[in-house]
């Protein structure tokens, strides 16, 4: 089995986070997916819109992913 990790805010998620997730999940069998916690968006001087617990929701339920892993500092 080939797994694939990619990583991400996924703040405000449009058109163009689902085809990076649809092209990463086209390289390999398992796609696994970070979400930046508010707590790593914010050292990088930026606000997340979206909570991080409603953003990991969200990528969780797209067809793509098949697990969403926490990205902190």
């Not at 089995?1 to 991400?8: A, L, Q």
């Not at 970070?34 to 968006?41: A, H, P």
């Not at 819109?49 to 892993?69: G, H, L, N, Q, T």
């Amino acid at each position: 089995m080939k797994k694939v990790i990619t990583y991400g805010t996924y703040d405000l998620l449009h058109e163009g986070h689902i085809n990076l997730l649809r092209r990463a999940k086209e390289l390999g069998d398992y796609l696994i997916v970070g979400v930046s916690t508010d707590e790593l968006v914010s050292y990088k001087h930026k606000q997340s819109v979206i909570p991080f617990e409603e953003r990991k929701e969200i990528v969780a339920a797209i067809k793509y992913v098949d697990e969403v892993v926490t990205q902190e500092n």
